[in-house]
């Protein structure tokens, strides 16, 4: 299995000492490092964005879903889910995909205002996510633009694992003949493990299909002893 590139606990360090503000400071202070940490031991939450488009650059956060994990149990009852206001328009196209409406983000707080408590839900825990660019994108460019400092953070990509398991079981001959490995969107990987369908693009809902995804996937293909290194990215 691929490791990290990155030596997490060494780079949380350096964050914490170059990190300007407190709310960040906190953050990578109390950050999970403990990279060898047996799977069953992390305490994971699955993180979602509902976005104004996919474009990290130009478009903006709309709401976040947050659920707290472990290989065992979901913490629904400590699940967040916000809408907030984002710094550019909705388009047509991003409301029939989340529905969240003009009236509502009207109506929402901006980013800044959640942030000290959507921190707060995260520190000490190793974030989930199905598909690594989006949450980690969207989340630094909207701090740099709120208070001028993006925010770093290790995670693990349930995508990416399930890219992991599609080439494992492809085989040496499947790769020779560039074999399809398969969907990766979040429903199709959920189907393979027989969970549940659940309507897509509502940022809780994405967070807690994403929870359970990673129970099943490190129940399918990983010892509970596994050092949480082997998973994070």
Known sequence: MAKSPLDWPRRYEQLLHSAQNSLLKDFYKQAFTN????????????????????????????????????????????SRHWVVQPRRDLSEESIVIHGITHS????????????????????????????AAIERHFFYNALLTRIKEGIEFALVDTMDLERRALKARQGL?????????????????????????????????????????????????????????????
């Open 173 to 233: 001959l499947g790769r020779l003949f560039n074999t399809r490995l398969g969907s990766l969107r979040l429903s199709d990987t959920r189907e393979r493990y027989s969970l549940p369908l659940y309507q897509n693009h509502n940022a809780l809902t994405d967070a807690l299909a994403t929870a359970e995804l990673l129970q099943a996937q490190l129940s399918y293909h990983y010892r509970l002893d596994t050092p949480l290194s082997e998973i994070w990215l």
């Open 35 to 78: 990279q060898t940490a047996p799977l069953k031991d992390v305490p994971f939450v699955a993180l979602d964005f509902e976005t104004t488009g996919l474009d990290a650059n130009t478009d903006d956060i709309v709401s976040v879903g947050l659920v707290p994990f472990n290989v065992n149990r979901i913490y629904c009852k400590e």
């Open 104 to 131: 509502e983000i009207d109506e929402a707080p901006d980013l800044n205002r959640i942030l000290a408590p959507l921190l707060d839900a995260l520190k000490g825990k190793v974030v989930v996510v199905h598909y």
